[in-house]
């Protein structure tokens, strides 16, 4: 697939990168695309990837990443350009600074938020739950990690699935992109637990049913 990645941070270069390497036509949408950060990510991401301007990522993909930090998400998505149909993968977590809760929640979240600001695009929270070790490799000893998404399109739902499964994750859907509201404080208990209670960053759920 053609994916582009918006934020090419801890978040973006280890997504793009990984299905870089799977094959994926994967480009790098950077402020600065010049940069030594950038030159680095396309040697280890190989052939398939490259660098351009966010604008041109955006232009050039069917899939586009979103992991950029809350405070410049609107400005950033109305740098894009038309994302009318393309599927828009929403990692953003609305952070208060210091990691100190969610800026806003329960009523709405960030991925309706983000769905409101380009209502052409298909939008599938995923990839917020977890850290981006995890995403680097999501296998643990005897499983892997669960990784769950939402959106209200199930064509772009089911994309999603298979991209994360491509990285080894165990993909659920978690229903309609209202259920943001409840993957994004999900996502403050993996950050607490990881960063301030003491169980490290290597660490992801599990899901069981019967
Ligand atoms: N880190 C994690 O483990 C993790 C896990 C799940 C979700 N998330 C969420 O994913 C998002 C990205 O997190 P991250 O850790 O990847 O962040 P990061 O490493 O700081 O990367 C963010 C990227 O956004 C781009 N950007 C564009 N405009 C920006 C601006 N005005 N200010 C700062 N950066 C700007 C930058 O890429 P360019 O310079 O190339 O434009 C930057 O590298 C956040 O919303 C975070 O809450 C993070």
Redo the contacts with the bound molecule.
Sequence with gaps: MKIGVI??????GTLGSRWAKGGHEVV?G???PESDE?TDLLAESGPTARAAS?AEAAFASEVIVL????P?TKE?LEGLGDLTGKIVID???P?LPGLAGLALGTDTSAGEQIASWIPPARVVKA???????IMANPHFETDSSVLLYCGDDAEAKAVVHELAEELGFEPYDAGPLTQARVLEPF?MLWISMALKYGYSRNIGFKFLRR
């Design positions: 934020g090419t941070g801890n978040v973006g790098f950077s402020r600065r950038i966010p992991a950029t930090p809350w410049s950033i990692a953003v977590n952070l990839f917020n739950t977890i850290g981006n070790n996502a």
